[in-house]
């Protein structure tokens, strides 16, 4: 017995002994690194303490402290780097060791879809990639655009005028619409009306778990988090996702087997192939891989398009002048034609500019993140280890005062030609970057002018007394993408009534 008590007492010391040689290695390769005071094993975990989903992401910008050198942040032995020079993202992004996912994020947005293209990794991210990049060809984005130009109009149906009003439902509503009529399918029946229903109240609720999991290491297992409140709705939400999403990949099949074949039903069925289509058309990609694809692309693109969109008509409503340059332009461009069309977007330059403006200063996507999962490496001259996290800071590099006159300025003719030479490629990446990229960048940007080219000749967009004037100061939460905390609250007057 006493035999036993001592190599009990051993093997305790000796695994303790390790442990705390881990704990001072680590706190050796934290400390190496610039940041905000932190604790032993906890890191920066008690600066997350009493964070909700729409503050977590403002101590996450505190910690960073807007510093342009790699800070670090560390929870619970987890290494996070913040890199926000373009010259340091760039050599995350293109770096051969910084190509996966991070585990913080994207492990949490597995919970919804595990096997999709912006949570995979190594040859079968590639093995997706090249499979979807047909879906999103711009000739086929051209063809999309009488949809784009039809959901623009229901977005101005459905707009209460004189009002004060949150403009994101009414987007996320519009948006759900395009992205099911064009990427889906190309029949809204009853059914799919009762699945957009499903992906609005997901959308609702889900993206908000996303950043909130990220820096709340209680909430990191799957089975604490699925223990709450929250968790037990998504899962619930998700059951009924997967029950629709699997019905229309049946839906896709007997079609495929009416047909005369896949390659005559990609190429030549008289309606567009859907992303939809092309997945289940594939043999090479697992059902499973097929129903998350089509689950994380439709939330994806829904939230991006809606943040973008949101901050930039919010910014409108304190910006009369950039308004009325848009009308002129819309009014030169399109004219009394009845819809918008693929020619009209591609001449819509200044509000081009008005976008990719809001995108810089207000991001959809103001941080991502990558990660050395398969091995360490150095960074800034500093050791790295295996499974830390990159947060590559596209918020930071986008108001970088050394790449930007006048960061905090919102100004859409820095966007003119003769201004935009010679800017760092990395300086901005509103769709990420990389062989990573987004790979809806063109798809978004013409929803985003449609719709704007379909509003502003319609509306006079005015702000709310909300004490938000300046885009440069807007508060920011973030999930899958940012978004303001409390809503989008402008006011739309009919142009007729403004100029009566």
């Known amino acids: 017995m006493a035999i036993a008590l001592v190599l009990f007492a051993t093997l305790v010391a000796l695994a303790v002994g390790r442990w705390l040689r881990d704990v001072l290695r680590f706190r050796r390769i934290e400390l190496a690194f610039d940041g905000e005071p932190s604790l032993p094993v906890l890191g920066n975990t008690l600066d997350f303490h009493g ?57 949490f947005i597995e919970y919804l879809s595990r096997f999709g293209l912006v949570t995979l990794n190594g040859a079968e991210w590639r093995a997706h990639r ?34 004060a009003q949150d403009v994101l439902l009414n987007l996320k509503f519009g948006s759900t619409r395009s992205f099911f009529r064009t990427a889906l399918t190309d029949d ?66 007997s079609k495929l087997a009416a047909g005369a074949g896949e390659d005559a039903f990609i190429k030549e069925r008289p309606t567009l192939p859907t992303l939809t289509d092309i997945l289940v058309s594939n043999k090479t990609i697992p059902d499973q891989h097929i129903k998350d694809e089509i689950v994380i692309f439709t939330g994806a693109a829904i939230e991006t398009t809606v943040a973008a969109l949101g901050w930039t008509i919010k910014t409108l409503s304190l910006r009369p002048d950039i308004q009325e340059r848009i009308l002129q332009e819309v009014r030169e461009v399109v004219g009394d034609a009845e819809a918008v069309t693929p020619e009209h977007v591609s001449r819509l330059e200044y509000t081009e500019r008005v976008i990719k403006e809001s995108l810089r200063l207000t991001p959809a996507v103001p941080i991502t993140g990558r990660s050395n999962l398969h091995a360490p490496t150095t960074f800034d001259g500093k050791h790295v280890p295996k499974g830390s996290t990159f947060i590559v800071n596209m918020l930071g590099a986008h108001r970088d005062p050394r790449h930007w006159e006048e960061p905090l ?27 990573r990229n987004c790979i809806g960048g063109r798809y978004a940007m013409a929803v985003m002018k449609t719709l704007l080219a379909t509003v502003i000749p319609k509306y006079r967009v005015d702000p709310v007394d909300d004490g ?16 303001m905390p409390g809503g989008v609250h402008v006011v739309f007057n009919p142009r007729e009534a403004s100029t009566a």
Not at 71 to 82: A, N, Q
Not at 207 to 231: E, K, M, N, Q, V
Request: include cysteine.
């Open 188 to 253: 809204v029946a009853d059914d799919t009306q009762r699945f957009l229903s499903v992906i609005m109240d997901i959308l609702e609720a889900f993206p908000r778990t996303i950043t909130y999991r990220s820096f709340l290491p209680w909430f990191w297992p799957d089975l604490l988090f699925s223990r709450t409140s929250l968790g037990r709705h998504v899962r619930d939400l998700l059951a009924r996702v997967d029950e629709f999403t699997l019905n229309f990949m049946n839906k896709c099949r």
């Open 468 to 483: 938000h004037t300046d885009p440069a100061t807007f508060p920011m939460a973030l999930d899958i993408a940012s978004r």
């Open 409 to 435: 300025k919102f100004d859409p003719d820095r966007w003119l030609p003769e201004r935009s030479e010679g800017r760092h490629p990395y300086a901005y990446m509103p769709f990420s970057a990389g062989p």
């Open 130 to 163: 090249k499979a979807l990049t047909p879906a999103f060809h711009s000739e086929l984005l051209d063809k999309y655009q009488d949809v784009f130009g039809e959901e623009a109009k229901g977005f101005v149906t459905r707009v209460r005028p004189g009002e």
């Open 51 to 107: 964070a909700t989903e729409h503050d977590v992401f403002d101590r996450f910008r505190r910690l960073w402290g807007g510093r342009r050198h790699v800070t670090r942040i560390s929870l619970l032995g987890r290494l996070m780097l913040v890199v926000s020079d373009p010259d340091d993202i760039e050599k995350v992004i293109r770096g051969k060791d910084t190509q996966s996912k991070s585990r913080i994020f994207y492990q």
